[in-house]
């Protein structure tokens, strides 16, 4: 494998050691973010995993961005910067390039928790050989203070959703599935696991394998967001009515974020299918991130 700065240098890389443990491909993409691509990196490093092949893919960022990517160069295979067509072309470019056995994207200014690589090679070495192993996604302000954790296992309506960020997918998924749609904007990833989700062997870790910062390119458009997702719904089989029941809600859902996050005071809230539920059984505030 290659690896290629912004101006096209090649070099050699390093190599890998397919019979200890599998290769881990990381692609992460950034715009503008030095200090979030820097936890980022950091996060990904401290995983002390040896087969590590880490891919940044940056979309023409300022000199400030680029910086932090040449400051970790030695332990980057591969990164580029140049104009992309958004952020899923971007995660596009990056599987395309990967050459690792497990690929998990995590974009900047989000964080892989500690052990999630070692969590997620023992889930796929178990017994069921699953092709895709996804967890649970602590969602937390812009100063990584805990809000919530964003559980699958505790969502109220099974709309297919997974965190992103702790998903990681075998490479033959990606080549018998294909990759992500680029006309939809913010909801390619939620389509791609609806286009996978019952055709592949999935594997739930019931734990956080990722921080996430709470303000992201979905949840700031929410409107788009709601179109998107009724859209992939759609396209991928789930029956009218609940589509649209899913849809109101998601909308339903944001209406009481932004209210909450006025009325009360707590700018970094979001609503989200389980924080009514638990506030309810556990009677703690879903405010402070209790829950």
């Given amino acids: 494998m290659e690896y290629f700065d912004v101006s096209g240098m090649a ?28 936890n980022t990196i950091e996060s990904v490093l401290n995983q ?24 970790f160069d030695d332990s980057i295979e591969y990164w ?11 995660m596009n470019k990056g599987i395309n390039i990967s050459s690792g056995d497990i690929i ?6 989000d964080c892989y928790c500690k052990n999630t690589f070692s969590i997620v090679q023992d889930a796929f070495n178990s ?10 996604v602590i969602m937390c302000k812009q100063n990584k203070d805990k809000l919530y954790t964003a559980s699958v296992k505790k969502r109220i309506f099974k709309d297919g959703w997974m965190p992103h960020p702790a998903v990681f997918v075998k490479r033959e998924v990606y080549e018998q599935f294909g990759r992500f749609d680029l006309k939809l904007r913010v ?4 389509d791609f696991m609806l286009r996978i989700k019952s055709k592949t062997k999935m594997k739930y870790v019931e734990q956080p394998l990722a921080k996430m910062n709470i303000v992201g390119v979905s949840t700031s458009n929410y409107l788009l967001k709601a179109k998107e997702n009724h859209y992939s719904r759609k396209k991928n089989g789930i029956p ?49 991130g209790n829950n």
């Fill in 11 to 38: 070099r050699q890389s390093m190599k890998f050691y397919k019979e200890i443990e599998p290769i881990v491909s990381v692609v992460t993409v950034v715009l503008n973010d030095p200090d979030g691509l820097t």
């Fill in 48 to 71: 002390n995993y040896s087969n590590l092949e880490f891919i940044i893919i940056d979309g023409g960022s300022k000199e400030k961005t680029i910086s932090v990517i040449k400051r």
């Fill in 80 to 90: 580029s910067s140049e104009k992309d067509k958004g952020i899923y072309d971007a």
């Fill in 104 to 109: 998990g994207i995590l974009n900047a200014g």
């Fill in 127 to 136: 017994s069921n050989h699953p092709q895709v192993v996804f967890g649970d």
């Fill in 187 to 190: 909801s390619a990833d939620y």
């Fill in 240 to 288: 009218v009515i609940k589509n649209i029941l899913l849809t109101a809600f998601s909308v339903l859902s944001q209406i009481i974020s932004d209210f909450i996050r006025i009325i009360f005071g707590f700018p970094e809230f979001r609503f989200e299918n389980n924080s009514l539920l638990l506030w309810v059984r556990k009677k703690q505030s879903v405010f402070m």
